[in-house]
């Protein structure tokens, strides 16, 4: 059974930094596209960021310059590192991997970041 575990959100001021964590288990990990997607109130989820298994990343265009993405193959975990936080990435970060057709999401963790 997939699991996909969200660490390390909380409430943070804006132009601070967050990191978030996604502990996976169950998931051939190191072949997957790893992701990390967010969702605010009343919007739709919209990318993050993505990592391939070989490291090549994709980034939202809102978070570009600001948000790196990184995995561990070792730990089957991929990371969020967030600076400079906007009130406008407050949202529920939610982490994804995806191989072929198939896709897995974690619970979400919560980011909200103060004016």
């Known amino acids: 059974q997939v699991q996909m575990l969200e660490s390390g959100g909380g409430l943070v001021q804006a132009g601070g930094s967050l990191r978030l964590s996604c502990a996976t288990s169950?998931?051939?990990?190191?072949?997957?596209?790893m992701g990390w997607y967010r969702q605010a109130p009343g919007e739709q989820r919209e990318l993050v960021a993505t990592?391939?298994?070989?490291?090549?990343?994709n980034y939202g265009d809102s978070v570009k310059g600001r948000f790196t993405v990184s995995r561990d193959n070792a730990k089957d975990m991929v990371s969020l590192q967030m600076n400079s936080l906007k009130p406008d990435d407050t949202a529920v970060y939610y982490c994804?991997?995806?191989?072929?057709?198939?896709?897995?999401w974690g619970q979400g963790t919560q980011v909200t970041v103060s004016s």
């Open positions: 990592i391939t298994p070989s490291g090549k990343t």
């Open positions: 169950g998931l051939m990990f190191s072949i997957n596209v």
């Open positions: 994804h991997a995806l191989y072929g057709k198939r896709e897995y």
